[in-house]
């Protein structure tokens, strides 16, 4: 585990406006390793344990998917944590994901 790309991947994360998610790929890419989405996978699930905290229920795959719940305990807090955000979940997937996209690479 490279702890520098973690705390890379943390401080973009802790970047991202409440009621907005972005995805695994768009942090990668934000990083210059636009092939790494897996590693931001990786850093996501290690984000319960970052100081200051980073709002990994923001974080989810290309589509939309809540692919990063099981992380959470229990797995439906990631939902729960972005519906408090206003964030509408579907099936475990976000409604309207392209107008709540935050990409990265335009912010920074």
Do not use: C
């Not at 970047?15 to 390793?33: D, F, M």
């Not at 408090?84 to 997937?93: L, P, R, S, T, W």
């Amino acid at each position: 585990m490279d702890a520098s790309f973690y705390d890379q991947v943390f401080e973009i994360a802790r970047l991202i406006p409440k009621g907005r998610v972005t995805s695994y790929g768009a942090i990668a890419k934000a990083l210059g390793a636009g092939g790494s989405a897996r590693m931001v996978g990786y850093a996501m699930s290690n984000a319960g344990i970052a100081h200051p905290k980073v709002p990994a229920h923001r974080v989810v795959n290309s589509s939309g998917l809540l692919t990063g719940k099981f992380h959470f305990s229990p797995p439906e807090l990631m939902e729960e944590l972005l519906a408090k955000e206003g964030i509408k979940v579907e099936k475990d997937k976000i409604k309207d994901f392209k107008k709540v996209f935050w990409d990265p690479l335009l912010e920074l």
